[in-house]
């Protein structure tokens, strides 16, 4: 086993070991019986994604990080430079060595069948660097489930450049959606290492509010 195997092996366990601590600390409520309507765009129509999507309460970062939980990480100067969604601000994950695993959670917003899948503009600045993302909500009986369900999780070897996420999975993998309800979820984003500063940049997260065919 390679020491890059061996070193992304233990941060994919120190990923579920400190965001399952988490559900602890964060409660999510169950949603009602129907989602709110919200403005979309196709922000991701430069990379070939024509879907409309919908920004994720605060997702901008433009205010202030307004609803959101940082631990080791904060709102910083410098929007995304292709302007996914217009605005000044990012959200920086990661200050250096001897700090906690660096940690975004998103406010509770609505979720139901039509609401597959999420991105997000990223940029890795550390010299060696993991992200990944994490859904945390309650199921039928208002239970809340410490569980990661099925995530991407990005890495580097370099820093690089703005760049959009892969397709994140959201509805998709909450089973009470089968039945046609919704729920109350949050979004995570955790990356446990870095050197000097941040070690990833986010900005402008966004769902997509229709299935797609």
Same mark, same amino acid.
Request: proline share 8%; charged share 10%.
């Given at each position: 086993?390679?020491i890059?195997?061996?070193?992304l092996?233990?941060?994919r366990?120190?990923?579920?070991?400190f965001?399952?601590?988490?559900?602890?600390?964060?409660?999510?409520?169950l949603?009602?019986?129907?989602c709110?309507?919200?403005?979309?765009?196709?922000?991701?129509?430069?990379?070939?994604?024509?879907?409309?999507?919908?920004?994720?309460?605060g997702?901008?970062?433009?205010?202030?990080?307004a609803?959101?939980?940082?631990?080791?990480?904060n709102i910083?100067?410098? #929007?995304? +430079?292709?302007?996914?969604?217009? !605005?000044?601000?990012?959200?920086? /994950? &990661?200050?250096?060595?001897?700090?906690?695993?660096a940690?975004a959670?998103?406010?509770?917003?609505?979720?139901?069948k039509?609401?597959?899948?999420?991105?997000f503009?990223?940029?890795?600045?550390?010299?060696?660097?993991?992200?990944?993302?994490f859904?945390?909500?309650r199921?039928?009986?208002?239970?809340?489930?410490?569980?990661?369900?099925?995530?991407?999780?990005?890495?580097?070897?370099?820093?690089?450049?703005?760049?959009?996420?892969?397709?994140?999975?959201?509805?998709? #993998?909450? +089973?009470?959606?089968?039945a046609? !309800?919704?729920?109350?979820?949050? /979004? &995570?984003?955790?990356?446990?290492?870095?050197?000097?500063?941040p070690?990833?940049?986010?900005?402008?997260?966004?769902v997509?509010?229709?299935?797609?065919?």
């Amino acid at each position: 086993m390679s020491i890059r195997s061996l070193a992304l092996g233990t941060r994919r366990g120190h990923f579920v070991a400190f965001a399952t601590a988490l559900f602890v600390l964060l409660p999510v409520s169950l949603a009602g019986a129907a989602c709110p309507l919200t403005p979309t765009k196709q922000a991701f129509a430069p990379w070939g994604d024509t879907a409309e999507y919908a920004q994720v309460p605060g997702g901008s970062f433009e205010q202030g990080g307004a609803g959101w939980t940082f631990i080791s990480a904060n709102i910083t100067a410098g #929007n995304d +430079p292709f302007n996914v969604v217009s !605005g000044r601000n990012s959200a920086a /994950l &990661g200050s250096g060595w001897g700090s906690l695993a660096a940690t975004a959670i998103s406010p509770e917003f609505c979720v139901d069948k039509s609401h597959p899948y999420f991105r997000f503009m990223l940029k890795p600045q550390g010299a060696v660097g993991a992200l990944a993302t994490f859904i945390i909500y309650r199921n039928t009986a208002g239970n809340l489930v410490r569980q990661i369900l099925g995530s991407k999780i990005a890495t580097n070897i370099l820093p690089g450049n703005w760049r959009p996420s892969e397709l994140n999975p959201l509805s998709v #993998n909450i +089973p009470l959606l089968e039945a046609g !309800g919704t729920a109350t979820v949050q /979004l &995570g984003f955790i990356s446990p290492l870095s050197f000097n500063g941040p070690a990833y940049f986010i900005d402008n997260v966004l769902v997509d509010p229709y299935r797609r065919g």
